[in-house]
């Protein structure tokens, strides 16, 4: 496992975040409700919630097994969101992943972009078998990204998750590395 590494496509620049992130994180996507909506933490009230999520991050990114990235756009330095793994299994080699992107960014195609990348990096430099990432039957748009990204939807696990919106079904995909490598 390699971690975090900076990241690129046409496009777009992942890489890890930092303190000195706060104001773009903020006042990009992390305040916003709309962005917030159907994710598992509320938009933070305060510039100071930013700064400390932020700072709690930077230990793990020295970690081998830590994936979390912020997504900045080439053309201008700016940062408008982030992917991450948010869960791992190593006994069946499972990585669930998650992604949050500013509502002015939305509908441009960064987010596919920038999940492809991650998948494409998980792929070669893990051992993963099998991505999943699972999201609120209500945000259809999230459901639009994924398949986009090629991954194959299993099925919707009723009233299983807990969010900002309350609980929810919770839609599953997954791609598994043999069909990755087809």
Known sequence: ?????????????????QES???????????????????????????????ESLKIRQPWYQQPDYYDWGIVLKENGELIGTVSVVNQDQH????????????????????????KLVIAYLFQNSDVNRIEIIHDRRNVNSGKVIKKCGLTYEGTL????LN????????????LREDYCK
């Open 158 to 161: 009723r009233q299983r998750g």
């Open 21 to 51: 992130d706060t104001a773009m994180m903020f006042y990009n996507w992390a305040s916003d409700p709309r962005v917030t909506k159907y994710l598992t933490w509320p938009a933070h009230e305060s510039i100071e919630m930013t700064k």
């Open 164 to 175: 900002t919106s309350g609980v929810c079904d919770e839609a599953i995909y997954s791609l």
């Open 92 to 115: 069946v080699k499972l990585m669930e992943f998650g992604f949050c992107i500013g509502h002015d960014w939305w509908g441009n195609g960064y987010t596919p972009e920038a999940v």
């Open 1 to 17: 496992m390699s971690g975090t590494q900076k990241l690129t496509s046409e496009r777009l620049i992942l890489r890890p975040l």
